[in-house]
């Protein structure tokens, strides 16, 4: 496996890639970042790896204001600022060429599964996704936080903008702590989670955002940009998980035209570790080998017929009861 640093600019700020290539020439390239507060150094390489095994290019970035990538404030977790490194990491990819410009796939883990869902939905380049246990609504996710512990985050939110206004220093929260903590994450088994997730050498800074990141998360719904996502979508619920609910992931899968949903019996973090991850992916390399392969062009958008439409079609003049069409049905959401 070849590595290879590379820099590219977002609206004005330097961020940080890395490529990582397999011995094949001109391999399909999966684009990856991380979710909520996030460093591309905290568990994405092993998905990275399993990729590359299979002949395909992964390249994995650094938002603004984390990792390796410049800006300021540092750990400022931006839906608005996260989207623009998005767009801005794909374009660059694509002008890679180590990579096949034509072949490029979207990879996001919890926050960042609701992010490749917009960047899908607004870039029609993208032949496919993997969506791993996505944050889709915020303000479904904000109903499972104690109520006065938001209204806290709040205040603390609406404070660290002040002094941004008057150019000073920021406020800052732990990104995941105990649960009744004033926290980003602060449910059952977050802190551990999160914590084993980041190198023994980063860990002193990790734990920590901006308090004005608490403010956007409710506003942010990557369900609202589903209908447009056309490509083929992977996406991996956590039944068990805490931090988005499970009703939230069914109701985008069924939205999505070609998404497949896979529902396994596990919590938020566990698809990082051990069996779990290895299970999840196996499925995720096997999803991208089969639409990223040469011979699987992109298919086309299959609009649906509106159903006062269909129901004005012409009858037969005669003969026997035709048959019904068989159409693509979803599942609504439970």
């Known amino acids: 496996m070849k ?25 399909p390239v999966v684009v990856m970042a991380h979710g909520f507060g996030a460093a591309a150094s905290y568990g994405l390489l092993p998905f990275a790896k399993k990729f590359v095994a299979r002949g395909m290019a992964a390249f994995v970035f650094d938002y603004r204001g984390f990792g390796k990538s410049g800006g300021e404030p540092r750990n400022w977790v931006s839906p608005r600022r996260h989207l623009w490194d998005w767009k801005a990491a794909v374009a660059h ?3 890679h060429p180590a990579v096949d410009r034509e072949r490029v796939a979207l990879w996001g883990t919890s926050f960042s599964g609701g992010h490749v869902l917009v960047t899908a939905a607004k870039t029609p380049a993208v032949r496919c996704v993997v969506s791993q246990v996505p944050f889709v609504d915020g303000r479904s996710a904000l109903l499972l936080n104690n109520p006065l512990l938001v209204a806290r985050a709040i205040r603390e939110g609406l404070r660290d903008l002040a002094r941004a206004a008057r150019g000073q220093e920021p406020v800052y929260i732990p990104l995941a702590g105990a649960p009744g903590s004033l926290a980003a994450l602060n449910q059952p088994g977050c802190l551990e989670g999160f914590m084993a997730l980041v190198p023994d050498e980063e860990k002193a800074q990790a734990n920590r955002v901006t308090a004005r990141s608490i403010l956007e998360v409710p506003f942010y719904r990557p369900l609202s940009f589903c209908q447009d996502v056309t490509c083929p979508t992977l996406m991996i619920l956590a039944e068990n998980d805490n931090l988005i609910p499970a009703r939230s992931v069914q109701h985008a899968a069924a939205v999505v035209e070609k998404a497949r949903l896979v529902s396994l019996p596990v919590e938020h973090f566990d698809v990082y570790f051990g069996e779990v991850f290895e299970k999840v992916a196996k499925l995720e390399a096997d999803f991208l080998e089969e639409h990223l392969s040469p011979k699987k062009a992109k298919a086309p958008s299959r609009k649906k017929v509106p159903a006062k439409k269909a129901s004005r079609a012409k009858k037969p003049a005669a003969g026997p009861k035709a048959a019904k069409a068989k159409g693509k049905d979803k599942a609504p959401a439970n």
């Open 3 to 27: 590595k290879v640093q590379t820099r590219f600019v977002s609206r004005g700020e330097e961020l940080a890639g890395t490529l990582y290539l397999p011995g094949t020439k001109n391999p």
């Open 93 to 95: 990819v694509r002008q």
